[in-house]
């Protein structure tokens, strides 16, 4: 049953809501789409930059938003470090190997969390969490519009550094030809692990963006993970804009299903579009074929 | 011994020796007769998805069996004092069954467990092969006393007495306003407890002339209540009843405020967040006015307010967990003293006798039948001015109820 009076809110809620999954999906998109990391630990690694946020705003007051200029750096270093210091070592440049080790990675990071933080669920409550904003008679929390803004600025960022800088074109280069990449004289360890950096960075800004409008715990990792990989693949393995536009897509998707078949059954329609995009074309919206 | 005659001591005497001494040592109690511990098997969700709850349920626990042998344990015993088995189920039923046997083993005169409904019902038919007593502490469902297990004793109400009361009240709340509100949605998870809840309600509050105008389903978890929202505003109900768990509960209620729906109750049963100290803390202006069908200690209850206090000295919250677990074991601790013994069969005579009433829970006297304490209820509390208080039944009210609210 659908309600004419509310679909235009409803499809207003699926942009701004997709807009956030794209953002996850974005951290997501470099690691799996260009360097082919199947990195289970996705959905573990956004929720230790939640609970980053949490603390910082628990423990010393800082705004979520103001921890924007901490934490995806923080977790830059972190991504540097995994990648580098476990990942590499434990995969032995083995594609299956690394799926393997993040997700034995995840379960290590989830059940550290479930330890010294216990399942209780957290939440910042600030100042702008019940604000909204008015777009022609359809309310938009302030924090989701926000979010909504970080995801395209990041996604157009992340587009122009891959374009423009000599490391965009260096991480590039390995994921289409990683001997030849070192032949000419590219750190092939370092460009992998700046990558998986970047995209676990990425994951900072999301977690800096999504706290204010949620909350978190051990497990909010999975309700995520699915997602961002298919707005991955439904965008393009590897593209930035691709993945904006797919994961707004699946918003607006999830956003109608939920009005038209309930919110359980709602979910199908994500799903139903990712094995469509796998059947009719498997290189993404945006995506050119390998 | 001759070997040992002749080289002085060996090894294997003087290892035998040195542990005699030392265990004598390490234990004068044994040597001053002191009455033999009476053991109690704790077993709680302490890790996995139901952590929080079970910690909770431990903390009171041991709370319960600290009191006690403080106050110069069992008497009848000789003021043996009580000894806790801690188990751990890891949110799981076959677990929380085989921590039960365990403790069984480790001479457990009884059990209290298990928090959530699916562990509890495995911890009970566990603890049923050795007759060993079963306190239940938190299980709602009604499946547990329908087991018709002669060891099995649950102090706290079961979901279809809850569920009914809930009902009623509703219904009494409104008629005593002048029947203001006629229209209701109601918003739930899709698992057993969400489901169930709402199609008891669909079925029971148009009986008493409310019209159920929609019935909202969401999975656990649920990421954004956006559109649920926006339908149940389309809707414009009356009441608002969520039937969820507590993050989807705390999502819910926020995305109400934020749009601006203002319905004349929220009215939940056994509400995930409805009745929670942390929401009502953290989300004051989203929990104002929020009414719940739940467990609740008697706010007029100076053993009580006392406990609540201790709990809170601990740096805890006083949840349900926490008084229902504290009761469970008292109550056990109780049919002990009563019967003098550890003896199964004896415990679980006591309990059937058993007119307990140090618990400081809106109940009266507890009083058995087929396991069920047929004294237990849940009561109404409502958030006011950011506290939670009880607003019915009306012998253990601490505040008026405010409704309609908007």
């Known amino acids: 049953m659908l309600n004419l009076t509310i679909l235009w809110p409803a499809i207003l809620n699926g942009v701004t809501t997709g807009a956030l999954y794209a953002l996850i999906a974005l951290g997501l998109t470099l690691i799996y789409g260009v360097l082919h990391i199947i990195n289970f630990a996705h959905g573990a690694l956004l929720m230790v930059g939640l609970y980053a946020v949490y603390f910082l705003f628990r423990f010393l007051g800082l705004d979520p938003y103001v921890s924007l200029l901490v934490v995806p750096p923080a977790m830059f270093v972190l991504g540097y470090a995994l990648q580098r210091g476990i990942i590499s070592r434990a995969a032995h440049g083995r594609d299956e190997n690394i799926l393997l080790v993040t997700l034995g990675l995840s379960i290590v990071i989830e059940n550290l969390a479930l330890m010294l933080f216990s399942s209780d669920t957290q939440t910042v409550d600030t100042a702008y969490g019940f604000a909204t904003v008015d777009v022609l008679g359809a309310f938009i929390p302030v924090p989701k519009a926000v979010a909504f803004a970080g995801a395209v600025v990041s996604a157009l960022a992340l587009w122009l550094f891959m374009a423009r800088t000599d490391l965009g074109r260096a991480i590039r280069a390995v994921a289409k030809e990683r001997k030849g990449a ?55 393995m590897g593209s930035f804009v691709g993945a904006l536009i797919g994961g707004i897509i699946i918003g607006v998707v999830e956003a109608i299903g939920g009005l ?31 | 011994m001759t070997r040992a005659l002749k080289g002085g001591l060996d090894r294997r005497t003087f290892l035998a020796g040195t542990a005699a001494i030392t265990g004598a040592l390490a234990a004068p109690g044994l040597l001053r007769a002191a009455p033999a511990p009476v053991k109690i098997g704790l077993i709680h ?8 709850s079970g910690a909770q349920c431990r903390a009171g626990g041991q709370m319960a069996i600290d009191d006690i042998n403080a106050a110069g344990g069992i008497t009848s015993l000789g003021g043996a004092q009580i000894e ?27 059990i209290v467990a298990g928090y959530a409904s ?58 005593a ?10 918003v739930h998870e899709d698992s057993a407890f969400g489901t169930g809840t709402a199609k008891l309600l669909a079925t ?30 389309a809707a414009n109900p009356d009441i608002i009843i969520p039937a969820n768990y507590y993050n989807e509960y705390v999502l819910f209620a926020r995305t109400i405020q934020q749009q601006q729906i203002k319905p004349k109750a929220i009215y939940s049963v056994l ?32 053993l009580a307010q006392a406990r609540k206090a201790a709990t809170e000295a601990k740096g805890l919250f006083y949840t349900y967990e926490v008084y229902l677990t504290y009761n469970a074991v008292a109550l056990l601790a109780d049919a002990i003293e009563r019967a003098g013994s550890t003896d199964k069969d004896k415990v679980i005579a006591a309990l059937n006798s058993s007119t307990w009433d140090k618990h400081g829970m809106p109940y009266g006297p507890t009083q058995f039948v087929n396991g069920q304490n047929t004294g237990a209820q849940a009561v109404n509390t409502q958030v006011l001015g950011g506290k939670i208080e009880v607003i019915r039944p009306a012998e253990f009210a601490s505040a008026k109820v405010k409704f309609p609210l908007a």
């Open chain 2, 204 to 233: 029971e509050l148009p009986k008493h002339g409310f019209e159920i105008l929609k019935v909202i389903a969401h999975p656990t978890p649920t990421r954004d209540f956006t559109n649920i929202a926006l339908q149940v505003k």
């Open chain 2, 271 to 302: 509400g995930g967040a409805a009745s929670s100290y942390k929401f009502v803390k953290e989300f004051p202006e989203a929990a104002e006015g929020v009414m719940d069908t739940n467990h609740w200690f008697n706010p007029l209850s100076p």
């Open chain 2, 118 to 175: 699916a562990i509890t019902l495995a911890t009970a038919q566990e603890a049923a092969k050795t007759n060993t007593p079963h306190i239940v502490d938190v299980g709602v469902t009604d499946g547990i006393i329908a087991l018709g297990l002669k060891n099995v004793f649950r102090f706290s109400p079961g979901y279809g007495k809850i569920a009914q009361d809930a009902v009623t009240a509703l219904d009494e709340i409104n008629k």
């Open chain 2, 84 to 110: 806790a088995i801690l188990g751990d189920s890891l949110s799981k039923p076959d677990v929380g069954a085989s921590e039960t046997a365990k403790a069984v083993e480790a001479g457990a005169a009884g």
């Open chain 2, 177 to 186: 306003a002048g029947a203001p509100a006629k229209t209701v949605v109601i």
């Open chain 1, 182 to 236: 070192r032949l000419v004289g590219i750190d092939v360890e370092h460009v992998y692990a700046m990558s998986f950096g970047i995209g676990v960075g990425v994951l900072g800004i999301a977690a800096c963006l999504l706290l204010p409008s949620y909350y978190v715990t051990p497990q909010v990792g999975h309700g995520f993970i699915l997602i961002a990989f298919t707005i991955v693949v439904l965008g393009g």
């Open chain 2, 45 to 52: 969700p302490v890790t996995g998805a139901l952590s929080y």
């Open chain 1, 260 to 290: 038209m078949l309930g919110e359980s059954l709602g979910q199908i329609g994500i799903f139903a579009i990712f094995i469509l995009i796998l059947l009719f074309r498997p290189q993404g919206l945006l995506g050119q074929r390998g």
